[in-house]
């Protein structure tokens, strides 16, 4: 199973708040088989200890430190957010991207997360992505740099 795969990407989503942006994010992951529903809360937990706001309209929402035993597998969904979410303190994300990392492998991946982010082109491909496969390559091609 890929760590991205268009069946974990909603495109043009309008959530009526970061909460909501969360948990379309975790669903995908759930629906995936990278980890159980429980691990939704821990998405939303951690977010209400500490922003998952990484600057550039990019949020990363992923469990708390106890949520390990939740995640079957590692795993990546993306939620487009045209019209951007609240984030909290005046940040509006435009992409959610919600990780479950199974073992260590979550630093590798938020470290490629925020590097393929950072890149403004990328960012403007990415909003402009009209299918979830068109984002899986955008996303793909930048971890495997």
């Not at 590097?115 to 960012?123: A, G, K, L, Q």
Request: charged content about 20%; aromatic content about 4%.
């Amino acid at each position: 199973m890929s760590i991205l795969s268009p069946n974990k990407v909603k495109l043009n989503a309008k959530p009526k708040d970061k909460f909501e942006a969360i948990r379309m994010a975790g669903q995908l992951l759930v629906d995936a088989g990278h980890a159980s529903a429980a691990y939704i809360d821990k998405m939303i937990e951690r977010e209400q200890t500490l922003s998952t706001f990484m600057g550039n309209g990019l949020a990363i929402p992923h469990g708390t430190q106890d949520s390990k035993s939740l995640i079957t597998s590692t795993g990546l969904s993306i939620v487009q957010i045209p019209d951007g979410v609240d984030f909290g303190d005046g940040e509006t994300a435009n992409l959610v991207i919600g990780i479950a990392a199974a073992g260590n492998d979550h630093l590798d991946i938020l470290t490629n997360v925020a590097m393929i982010c950072s890149e403004d082109e990328n960012i403007e491909q990415i909003m402009k992505a009209s299918t979830p496969e068109e984002m899986v390559k955008i996303f793909e091609s930048g971890m495997e740099s």
